[in-house]
């Protein structure tokens, strides 16, 4: 599969969830990811481990051997720059932008200086009803908390490597 295109692998991926009739969140259930998650596997955005090959598999009976081992190889992690015209990505990331310096600074409250990892990270959309009767979206980021660190050369491994050696 080196030839074919991450554009090519996803569409074969998504045809095959397509086919199966499943939600990302039935997909979700059946593997015990997130939903984003699962989305984020078949849009080749995540790499699929070993072990959640099985389920995966179960729940998608139609995945090919190909289609396995290009989901477990690293995937290029990239997005189409014109995906902002999305309306529900454009929104997502008004929101973002809109709240942000006041999530930034509850953050900061609550945790010090420090920001929310995207890589130890989990995503998961859920549909509730509101007060109101109205179906309401529910968007769940879960991130481990990083703090800055200060930047001491004492600390600095490289540093202390550079002392024992010469460049002479």
């Known amino acids: 599969m080196e030839a074919a295109t ?10 095959v969830k397509s086919a199966s009739g ?9 593997t015990g990811l997130t939903n984003v998650y699962v989305a984020q596997l078949l849009r ?13 598999r179960e ?4 995945l090919t051997e190909e289609l396995i081992a ?5 995937p290029w992690r990239s997005y189409d720059p014109n995906l902002i015209q999305e309306p529900t990505v454009y929104r997502l990331n008004e929101a973002v932008m809109h709240f942000g310096e006041s999530i930034k600074e509850i953050i900061n409250e609550d ?13 998961s959309v859920d549909k509730i009803k509101g007060v109101d009767g109205n ?7 879960d991130g481990k908390y990083l703090s800055h660190s200060e930047q001491r050369t004492e600390n ?13």
Do not use: W
Request: aromatic share 6%; proline share 5%.
């Open 111 to 123: 945790f010090g200086d420090g920001i929310m990892s995207a890589i130890d990270f989990y995503c």
């Open 6 to 15: 991450k554009q090519s692998v996803t569409n074969r991926l998504l045809t």
């Open 156 to 168: 600095m491994v490289s540093r202390l490597n550079l002392k024992g050696s010469t460049s002479e």
């Open 135 to 141: 179906n309401r979206v529910v968007v769940t980021l």
């Open 22 to 30: 499943k939600t990302y969140s039935q997909l979700a259930a059946e």
């Open 44 to 56: 080749r955005q995540a790499q699929l481990k070993p072990e959640t090959v099985p389920k995966l």
């Open 59 to 62: 729940a998608l009976p139609a």
């Open 70 to 74: 290009a989901m477990m190889s690293p």
